[in-house]
């Protein structure tokens, strides 16, 4: 054989080994990827059937009487937990591990969900007792109470108090003991009421000053009734007012 022949028989025996050796990867990737689906089949009924195994025992798995959300540096977040006293409560946290929203329910049927500052201070709060009264509730930065709302059985009431959480303005609407009417009240601050406004069941208006030594006691005001304006005397409710 001449040179030529040998060059041109070598280089179709290297083609021929490459040919051969990318069939046979070829078909270890065949074999490998069924292989990987065998297994995955097989894993999964394996998982399945355990899961199936253990379906009688999942309740008592996960009975836990507390649970703690830590983040990626090990802070704590949030706190879920039953206490001695039968309260479930529901607490999150800020960055710091301060509390900022509390979630509680008492084994009485009270709930209430509160919003705190950075401070500890409670901001604002939502109840519904267990009696049915339902109160919203919204505090300054020293945790004193501003600004209320209540709803209960025979009315609803708002309210404004001063800076030391002393009630200053009442604005309420009840309708109890044959009583009926829409009244908003002015306090000083002890805390006593000194005018009221209000309109009773037969839409009558008033407007009346009340004693500071008995805010149950009528210094004078005025009402209406058909159309007139009349003047109130010391110490009496008119009839047409519910006076007795």
Same mark, same amino acid.
């Given at each position: /054989? ?38 995955? @089949? ?49 607490? /999150? ?7 900022? @929203? ?24 939502? @109840? ?19 600004? %209320?709302? !209540?709803?209960?059985?025979? %009315? ?22 044959? @009583?009926? !009417? &829409? ?13 009221? /406004? ?17 805010? /149950? &006691?009528?210094?004078? %005001?005025?009402?209406? !009734?058909? *159309?007139?304006?009349?003047?109130? *005397? ?11």
């Amino acid at each position: /054989m001449d040179t030529k022949t040998l060059e041109t028989t070598g280089a179709k025996s290297l083609t021929d080994r490459v040919e051969q050796l990318e069939r046979t990867l070829r078909k270890l990737r065949v074999i490998l990827a069924f292989a990987v689906l065998v297994g995955a @089949v097989v894993g999964f009924t394996a998982v399945l059937s355990l899961a199936k195994a253990q379906d009688d025992k999942q309740a008592e798995m996960y009975r836990v009487g507390g649970l703690v959300l830590v983040d990626k540096n090990g802070r704590s977040r949030g706190t879920w937990a039953v206490l001695d006293d039968g309260d479930v409560v529901l607490k /999150m946290n800020d960055a710091r591990e301060n509390p900022r @929203v509390v979630m509680l329910v008492d084994k009485e049927g009270h709930a209430e969900v509160s919003l705190l500052d950075g401070a500890g201070n409670a901001r604002g709060s939502w @109840v519904a007792a267990a009696n049915g009264e339902t109160e919203f509730l919204l505090s300054d930065s020293k945790g004193k109470p501003r600004l %209320g709302a !209540k709803v209960e059985a025979n %009315g609803a009431y708002f309210q404004i108090n001063d800076g030391q959480g002393v009630p200053r303005t009442l604005w309420s609407v009840i309708a109890a003991d044959g @009583v009926d !009417k &829409a009244e908003f009240g002015l306090y000083d601050k002890g805390p006593k009421r000194r005018l009221a /406004m209000f309109s009773n069941g037969e839409g009558t208006p008033a407007i009346v000053f009340l004693d500071v030594a008995n805010p /149950m &006691a009528v210094l004078g %005001g005025w009402y209406v !009734k058909d *159309s007139q304006l009349l003047p109130m *005397s010391k110490g009496t409710l008119p009839d047409a007012l519910g006076g007795r």
